[in-house]
């Protein structure tokens, strides 16, 4: 049988991952980059609620997650979209490269 793991060591790895989607989203000018970014730190939340999920004995951690998955999954398929869009018009994913609102 497999050790109980502390609940704070399940916290500690869900802000791990969230600071390091964090700062890739800060720090990186790939828009597919910066998208991945922000679904590590999605993924560090539902990690999170299913820890605290499990530590109360509840389904309310479990239920957010399903509804966090539910979000990613369509701003990943529209997002992705936008951005083979993007990229067939300019030619560039770069963050730094594309300004839409200019005319």
């Known amino acids: 049988m497999l ?3 502390p609940q704070n060591l ?16 800060i720090t990186r000018r790939n828009a597919i980059i910066i998208f991945m970014c922000i679904e590590l730190m999605l993924n560090a939340v539902n990690l999170t609620f299913i820890a605290s999920g499990k ?31 993007i990229f067939r018009s300019k030619g560039t994913i770069n963050v730094d490269d594309i300004n839409l609102l200019k005319g």
């Open 55 to 85: 530590f109360l004995n509840s389904l309310d951690g479990t239920i957010f997650v399903i509804f966090i998955m539910a979000v990613a999954a369509a701003e990943a398929a529209v997002g992705l979209a936008i951005f083979v869009l």
């Open 3 to 5: 050790p109980d793991i």
């Open 10 to 25: 399940y916290y500690l790895l869900g802000a791990v991952l969230f600071t390091i989607g964090a700062v890739g989203v």
